[in-house]
């Protein structure tokens, strides 16, 4: 618990008021000698001691307990006093000093600033009367929390003097031991409510004690054990005794508040919110404000997102988190991480759980601004500079949201992350290693050290504890159960045929007339979201426009927010892809039939022609510019579009082979295209059942990423670009394969085509930019060549010439220790 005075901790109070993210719970110091009916609210103590005095007048034989009963609980003396007070002496003590209160004018100011309801320990009338949360929510009643969307509420917890005196069954007064029971059973509307905020909200308690409040200890849960960050606040006037220390740190206080005094306390609050409403709210600070809701067991409401794969954040910018959403270890990894690491990178491959990963981290993360920016979203240099001015915030990124040069931007301000306790977090596509190489380049110069930023690598299945809470999950909506040994897209398809679904929805049908409706699917199958000066790029608006009329809500059309605009494209609006896996599974159904290759080819030929003829044709030696089409050339990416590699084996792979010769005249002098397309020889080889045809694919493959290494070395010799060697290494580690794979077919039975082999991947392996363990789970090492040829060679050394001797022994030695990390 951190003591500190009001002016440190000012500016955090503002930007959680104006976000909305800051309940007060008002205890009876607020209201504590108010004039009443015929009296003063008397505070919890002054109570207490009249109940006793009450009770001694009552029962004199108990005058030799005086001092004992000074010691009891308020609970206890309340139980005492409703046993042997009369009932009109109690009503009259009520009706005297809780009714018709009158506070003074600094606690109505306080009282007038938006706080989206209010909790109170208080059972008098002191805020209903004087503000404009006069819409009272009683304890022990069940709750419509639609009440809270159109009216200002105070939640009365301990229950409501007006209750008390109108009903003779009344069940609102929560002050005995007898009634805290009775309200922790009957209660949990409310106390779910409280329970809730406690989680996920940033709690003010004014005028409170702490003494004895039973539903409080009861419905908080301890800010250590909760999984999110939030902020417990405490106005006092002088610093606290170790006793209260311990007492408020059993409540989970994190902060308590210093003030000059009781007066400075509703002077400076109330500052605070006149401060908050002031600020001139852009869509960044719009963009820090997240909802969180929680889907119930049923299947249509989890349908979407489970098989559809529909985005986790909605047009509201609320999160939504599926009923069979679970909380996975490295999201707990990175939040641990954050009191040592301004940056992380997660690493995963595709439908590896990345976003929902992101998701998580941002619903628990509830004391300080969080931005979340998913595929669908982008920064302009511009937002993301004030972005970065901003302090004690965590941003949450899809790589796709950033460009390269804001991920430099990041490494080159580290100290600047720290300074300002700005929290990075960036989930990055395994198979595009843009981020993980400038970083590795970074490294290699000296500017950053290797542990300063954790990637953290999540796997695209569940593990065997994982799926134990999971699958319980999976079957409470009627979907079955996901395997161990399948990846987590092949457990949705799997579970998606099962259930006879054909990953659509019946009534949204995209359009795939002509080429130019087909191109509009695939741009966004890429992009997951089109911009409008994209769209007009492209000429494909109208397209577009129509799909999204024929398939919404999977296919959106959103308003852009002020962050995503710039000088060079100020699109006021963007199509946004929200159901990833409908998409692709349409198109993997649309490609099966053969007949339609000459469309789906026609289509990338014309996305491709229409950017090169906004961006000019790609150049052989320079590249100076980073293309556009880049991402639609890449293998993986045609690959996930299609869905194939699973069901449509030989038959998916003819497809793409045939795309990338479609594309050969537009792009053959992009060393970029050449060497996806050796990629896709590779995967070729691996579905052709002939031995002769399967080398003839690897011998295309080869041919091309040569020509694709030839290219980059001529412009690294050229330019100098250090970027440029990442590229090279990434082609001799592709070259390394093919060898590997060529050995493996032919029995290892050439020796100089096994030392050829042996020293292109020492060469690969040694690269900074390389990894054994990236090639470990390499999808295009299948049949883990690589470690074969070095085991077969390693046991028989008469199968490579001497000079590779020294070569076999160092990447044995790496493959041996990467598998005992």
Known sequence: MKIIPFSEIKNELISNMQRGLLIPIIGSGFTR????????????????????????????????????LEKETFSNISSMYHKVVPNEAQEQYLRNNFTRVAIEDKKKDLLSLPWPYIYTLNIDDGIEKNSDYCRVIYANRQVNDRIFDSEKCVIKLHGDVYDMLSYTDSHSEVFTQEQ????????????????????????????????????????FVPTETQGNQTARYICVTQKPSFFDELKYEKYGITHCIVFDSYDSIYDELYSVGIEAQKIDVDDLAHYRKFGVRKLLSDYESNKPFLLFGKSLIGKDHTITLPYYFITRKESTTIINNFTTHSLQLLIGSRCSGKSYILADIASKIRDRDVFYFETKDRLSDQAFDQLLCRENCVILADNAALSNDQFEMLLDKLSTLEERKIIVVIAANKSNRDFSSILKLYELQGRISSEKIPQISIANTFSSEELAQLNPLLTAIDVGIFSRHKTILDNIIDVSNKLAEKNRYDKATPKCRNVRELASLIVLGIERK??????????????????????????????????????????????????????CGYLEAFARNEDSYGQIINAYKYIISQIIAHEGKPDLLYGNRVTSYKDYI???????????????????????????????????????????????????????????????????????????????????????????????????????????????????????????????????????????????????????????????????????????????????RLISETEYE
């Open 33 to 68: 000698n108010c004039s009443s009916f015929r009296g003063k609210v008397p505070s919890g103590n002054d109570y207490r001691r009249y109940m006793i005095g009450r009770i001694l007048e009552a029962e004199p034989s108990l005058s030799v307990e005086k001092e004992r």
């Open 180 to 219: 805290y029971i009775t309200s922790l059973k009957k209660n949990d509307t409310l106390l779910s409510k409280l329970k809730h905020d406690s989680i996920f909200q940033n709690l003010l308690f004014l005028g409170c004690g702490l003494d004895d409040e039973i539903d409080l200890l009861y419905s």
């Open 530 to 583: 089109v911009y409008s000066s994209l769209a007009t790029k492209l000429d494909l608006h109208q397209e577009l426009l129509n799909q999204q009329k024929a398939t919404e809500p999977l296919i959106d059309c959103e308003a852009t927010w002020s962050f995503e605009k710039s000088g060079g494209d100020n699109s006021p609006v963007k199509y946004v892809l929200n159901a990833e896996y409908w998409l």
């Open 634 to 812: 890449f293998f993986d990416n045609i690959n996930r579009l299609f869905s194939f590699n699973r069901a449509s084996g030989k038959k998916g792979l003819a497809l793409i082979r045939v795309i990338y010769e479609g594309l050969n005249n537009l792009l053959s002098v992009d060393p970029n295209y050449m060497h996806q397309r050796a990629k896709c020889y590779i995967k070729s080889s691996y579905y052709e059942t002939d031995t002769n045809g399967k080398l003839d694919y690897l011998d295309k493959a080869y041919r091309d990423a040569n020509v694709a290494l030839q290219v980059f070395t001529q412009r690294y010799d050229e330019r100098g670009n250090e970027k440029l060697v990442i590229s090279m290494d990434h082609i001799v580690y592709t070259q390394a394969l093919i060898l590997c794979h060529k050995c493996f077919i032919n029995d290892y039975s050439d020796i100089s085509a096994n030392t050829f082999a042996i020293h292109t991947l020492y060469t690969a392996l040694n690269s900074p930019y390389n990894t054994y363990s990236f090639a470990k789970t390499d999808s295009f090492n299948y049949q883990s060549v690589v470690e074969k040829i070095v085991y077969a060679t390693i046991a028989n050394k008469g199968l490579v010439h001497p000079e590779a001797y020294g070569w076999l022994q160092d990447l044995f």
